[in-house]
């Protein structure tokens, strides 16, 4: 399958490695250390549309398909993983819904300061006592009026501390299970939604994972993304979309990964040539290239399927799981070649290599994609024999 880009996009995604090289790649080691992204590349930022990647032109956005969103994505997977996280995170699940499951009006009211990165999208699903099976979530949402009350808590809300507009799923019918959940946009400022402290973590320093209580928090009932019930479908849906792209972004870091150890392996000399000429060195170096080719065809494959309107369950989970397992063995070589430099905090290489570990959890843990995937097999197995049987 073909993922050549247009004219277009080639020029785009080169403005994007451009400024990746210039501007935030020099700041990586400083946003890691004083766990903070410097305002002037998130202007920037906005000033080149990559909040808006992928909302429609007519709303302000770059409009993109998902191939030139994942060819972005790729670009900046090659920095900071915070900054790519903060970008990254809005552009998916952070602002799919909306564009997705919004309605007209919903659309114009929150898109185009979405955007324009004036605003920043979250997405809030996951609670103390429902990670991945989250169908077992307890926040609620009474109908009262023309309003809904909201009450309970979400964890780990990436973003959630500068965030303006909330996506956020809530129970409407406990006696429904999965089918009782419903979708709500929220906005920043609202009466009984309260944003929890900073919470210290392994990596991704730079964007913050926190905690979001709702107290009597009451929500418009034209605030309801989509339909009454649909929220855990909603999710799924949303999920799906951001897997892909996390994806997107996994490819990103290890190509800079192999970029760092390839130079590396040829300057450094130990036994008076460059470790490169010793072949198990080699082999590292091939492995990670073999395990980059995969992953790309396989993330630009879900991209052009999303791209066709076909259903991309399985690939995007394949393409999430593979992704997030390569760049883990793909950090961990980057710091075997390097050798002691690769441990220290002064090489960027130890920050890939914390910060790659995330991305085997969050948005669905690798566990969770092989039972997606063996449920596809189910689904198949189970319409082969129907077959037979009829
Ligand atoms: C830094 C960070 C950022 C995050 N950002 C967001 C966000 O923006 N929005 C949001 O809603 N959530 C977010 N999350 C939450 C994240 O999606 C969950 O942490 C993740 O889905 C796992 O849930 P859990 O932590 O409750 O682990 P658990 O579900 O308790 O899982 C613990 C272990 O059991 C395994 N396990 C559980 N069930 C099964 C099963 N059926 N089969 C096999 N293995 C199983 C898991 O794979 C895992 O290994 C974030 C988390 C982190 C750490």
New binding site residues.
């Given amino acids: 399958m073909s993922y050549e880009l247009t004219e277009e996009l080639q020029l785009i995604t080169k403005n994007v490695r451009d400024f990746v090289y210039s501007e935030v790649d020099p700041l990586a080691g400083e946003i890691d250390r004083t766990n903070k992204i410097p305002e002037k590349i998130i202007q920037q930022s906005r000033e080149m549309g990559l909040f808006g990647l992928s909302i429609p032109e007519e709303y302000g956005g770059l409009g993109l398909d998902t191939v030139g969103k994942f060819a972005v994505l790729e670009e900046l997977g090659k920095t900071s993983n915070a900054f790519t996280?903060l970008i990254g995170?809005h552009t998916g699940?952070?602002t799919v819904g909306i564009v997705e499951m919004g309605n007209e009006e919903q659309k114009r009211k929150y898109l185009p300061k979405l955007a324009s990165g004036e605003h920043i999208g979250?997405?809030?699903?996951?609670?103390?006592?429902?990670?991945?099976?989250?169908s077992n979530i307890k926040t609620t949402a009474v109908k009262k009026g023309d309003k809904y009350v909201l009450n309970g808590s979400?964890?780990?809300?990436?973003?959630?501390d500068i965030a303006d507009v909330f996506t956020v799923?809530a129970v409407t019918d406990p006696s429904k299970g999965a089918k009782g959940i419903t979708s709500f946009i929220l906005e920043k400022g609202t009466p009984g939604l309260t944003v929890g402290k900073y919470e210290p973590?392994m990596?991704?320093h730079g964007?913050q994972?926190v905690q979001l209580f709702f107290e009597n928090c009451e929500v418009p009932v034209e605030n309801m993304l989509g339909e009454l019930g649909q929220g855990y479908v909603n999710?799924l849906k949303i999920l799906a979309n951001g897997r892909a792209g996390l994806a997107a972004r996994n490819l990103g870091s290890c190509v800079k990964l192999l970029e760092l150890s390839l130079d590396f392996a040829m300057e450094r000399k130990q036994f008076g040539k460059p470790i490169f000429e010793q072949q198990i060195i080699q082999h590292y170096l091939a492995e990670m290239d073999l395990e980059i080719e995969t992953l790309r065809s396989m993330t630009y494959r879900v991209a052009k399927m999303v791209d066709q309107g076909e259903k991309v369950i399985r690939e995007a989970a394949m393409a999430k799981l593979y992704g997030s397992e390569v760049y883990g063995r793909i950090a961990d070589k980057a710091v075997q070649i390097h050798g002691g430099i690769g441990y220290m905090m002064d090489y960027p290489i130890e920050r890939y290599y914390r910060d790659a570990r995330?991305t085997r959890?969050?948005?669905?843990?690798?566990?969770?994609q092989?039972?997606i995937i063996a449920a596809q097999l189910r689904k198949k197995f189970n319409a082969k024999r129907e077959t037979v049987t009829v």
């Avoid at 979250?122 to 989250?134: I, N, R």
């Avoid at 979400?154 to 959630?160: E, G, L, S």
């Fill in positions: 996280t995170g699940i952070g979250v997405f809030a699903l996951t609670e103390p006592s429902a990670g991945s099976d989250a979400k964890v780990y809300i990436t973003n959630a799923m973590k990596g991704l964007v994972s999710a995330i959890i969050y948005e669905g843990t690798s566990e969770i092989k039972n």
